[in-house]
């Protein structure tokens, strides 16, 4: 009969303290990240037999082994977005040895703030809540608790670590683009309301227009508009001066800026410049190809869960904000004026 292997015999191998490879497994602090991940390795090779709720960069070891990921019901539905950060954070939670549970919250849920059972429960070890649920909900799940990071959202009333992109900065980045080909009478097409995105995507407009000693024309800020066809084609037509060059928060806008803008008879690139935010499906399936504004939605997902891991461990900490940044992909819809 194989002789079961030990803590011991995983510390000769690595020619390490035992005391070393106790805290590896067990998630506890006292080593490197580089050397929990060559003893947890060590041992699965040796054949040692490691509680999966053990395994993993700064997972406690008398922890559930469990994340909790949560989202409203609208957000899970744009799959082309929170999909793609979703499934960055399902890869990045496995490869750490962890278990992702999953729950959409529906408008019911969240105006009576019934929270789900593995977060009512205890069941998990932490919280991602991707986008805006409510206020009142984020801070219902926030007072159980449990460790918990955002991601996509925050708001002055939420304390809870966020993972956010840089969206005045992106935003600056555009519309500086638009002038350095020439514009002046730029546009910002967006809903205020509907995120603090399209809000600090606003404030990056006007600082561009500031720092380059363009006067802000409110006339040209519609910054109450629904992402709808009718809702957009109708402003564009409604008119008296068109701008040459629009700022659109997100490629929806973008997309039915551009096809209002062509359905008015103005011609995309020639005589209006478009430029959105996101880098979705829609930017690059109009035509022309729309200028966007990039995110690197898997590393939104990475860096939530190594944020999350971190929390867990240091539950006292100050609250952390980290902004990732936007790049702009010049495509067809922008031109010189």
């Not at 802000?216 to 009718?230: A, G, I, K």
């Not at 037509?237 to 096809?259: E, I």
Request: hydrophobic fraction near 40%; charged fraction near 20%; proline fraction near 3%.
């Amino acid at each position: 009969m194989a002789k079961k292997v030990s803590m011991q015999d995983i510390a000769d191998a690595l020619n390490i303290s035992k005391n070393s490879v106790s805290q590896a497994l067990s998630g506890k602090p006292g080593v490197s990240e580089a050397t929990r991940r060559l003893v947890e390795k060590t041992a699965q090779e040796m054949g040692y037999s490691v509680r999966k709720s053990s395994v993993s960069a700064g997972v406690v070891g008398s922890g559930t082994g469990n994340i909790g990921l949560i989202a409203s019901d609208y957000a899970f539905s744009l799959k082309s977005f929170f999909g793609e950060i979703y499934l960055s954070v399902e890869k990045e939670v496995t490869e750490r040895g962890m278990n992702l549970l999953i729950q959409s919250i529906n408008t019911g849920a969240r105006d009576n703030l019934v929270l789900p059972s593995f977060i009512a429960e205890g069941k998990v070890d932490g919280v991602l809540i991707l986008s805006h649920i409510s206020t009142e909900y984020s801070n219902a799940v926030i007072a159980t608790g449990i460790p918990t990071v955002i991601i996509d959202h925050h708001h002055p009333l939420i304390q809870a670590d966020a993972i956010l992109t840089n969206n005045r900065f992106g935003a600056y980045t555009a519309v500086k683009h638009l002038i350095e080909l020439g514009h002046r009478d730029i546009a910002y097409v967006g809903n205020v309301r509907l995120s603090p995105s399209y809000q600090e995507r606003l404030e990056g407009y006007r600082l561009a227009l500031q720092e380059h000693g363009i006067e802000l024309n409110e006339e040209f800020v519609f910054s109450d508009v629904l992402e709808d066809d009718q809702d957009v084609t109708g402003l564009v037509q409604g008119l008296d001066v068109q701008p040459s060059a629009w700022f659109c928060v997100n490629d929806g806008f973008g997309f039915f800026v551009r096809s209002a803008l062509q359905q008015h008879g103005i011609a995309v690139p020639g005589e209006a410049s478009v430029c959105s935010f996101d880098n979705g499906m829609l930017s690059r399936l109009s035509t022309p190809k729309i200028t966007t504004m990039n995110i690197d939605l898997e590393l939104y997902g990475r860096k939530a869960v190594e944020q999350l891991t971190w929390r867990m461990q240091h539950k006292n900490e100050p609250i952390i904000e980290l902004l990732l940044p936007a790049e702009l992909i010049v495509r067809e819809s922008t031109a010189k004026r």
